[in-house]
């Protein structure tokens, strides 16, 4: 299985949104509506911040979507905050019980 | 509140094994699936092997398969990795990690793994 393909890094000032892609195949994001992301702060667990492709977990603030289409699934930071600085990484069931990360995107608040 | 602390890390020869253990607490550990995921340095997140509530479901990614071996201990909420023929690229951060429905819901703190002559 190869690693969903996500930006290295995105950055935007407070306040401005900012949309992480993830890409995939059909044979991983394409075929199951099993996509999540998590937020990592090194030195810390992740935190797990999108389920099923867009369900926020009790307590993720709203500001944290997330969307799909085809083999590309997206989170969107709106009203993006400091604290919010962070790497960010999608996940997709690949079928056979087998899970696929992607290479994870650095996001920079300006 | 949920816990999950890893344990039994550390520095190992290339071809030599490691047990790591979770133990798991503030959950009903025997109804969660469970799985590791790791994380080498400077690099991404990468799930490794996962495990059903009660054992008889396993499966791994392909670059641990045969070598490494999950297991579980639900008297004792505690989850297993066993790593056999370590290889340098085997070097990470490794996580104990809750299921939930497809989705990772509880990670631990993390446990080092350095294979190294």
């Known amino acids: 299985q190869s690693a969903l393909t996500q930006p290295r890094s995105v950055s935007g000032s407070p306040g401005q949104s900012v949309t992480i892609s993830c890409t995939g195949t059909?044979?991983?994001?394409?075929?199951?509506?099993?996509v999540t992301w998590y937020q990592h702060h090194p030195g810390k667990a992740p935190k797990f911040l999108i389920s099923?492709?867009?369900k926020r977990p009790p307590g993720v603030p709203v500001r944290f979507s997330g969307s799909k289409s085809g083999n590309t699934a997206s989170l969107t930071i709106s009203g993006l905050q400091a604290e919010d600085e962070a790497d960010y990484y999608c996940?997709?069931?690949?079928?056979?019980?087998?899970?696929?990360f992607g290479g994870g995107t650095k996001v920079t608040v300006l | 509140e949920v816990q999950l602390v890893e344990s039994g890390g550390g520095l190992v020869q290339p071809g030599g094994s490691l047990r790591l253990s979770c133990a798991a607490s503030?959950?009903?550990?025997?109804?969660?699936?469970m799985h590791w995921v790791r994380q080498a340095p400077g690099k991404g997140l990468v799930w490794v092997s996962r495990?059903?509530?009660?054992?008889?479901?396993?499966s791994y990614a392909d670059s641990v398969r045969g070598r490494f071996t999950i297991s579980r201990d639900n008297a004792k909420n505690t989850l297993y990795l066993q790593m056999t023929s370590l290889r340098t690229e085997d070097t990470a951060l490794y996580y104990c990690?809750?299921?939930?429905?497809?989705?990772?819901?509880?990670w631990g703190q993390g446990i080092l793994v350095t294979v190294s002559s």
């Open positions: 503030g959950f009903n550990f025997g109804s969660h699936v």
């Open positions: 996940c997709s069931y690949a079928g056979s019980a087998s899970w696929v």
């Open positions: 059909a044979s991983d994001i394409g075929a199951y509506d099993y």
């Open positions: 495990i059903s509530h009660d054992a008889t479901t396993i």
């Open positions: 099923d492709v867009n």
């Open positions: 990690v809750r299921d939930s429905v497809w989705s990772f819901d509880y």
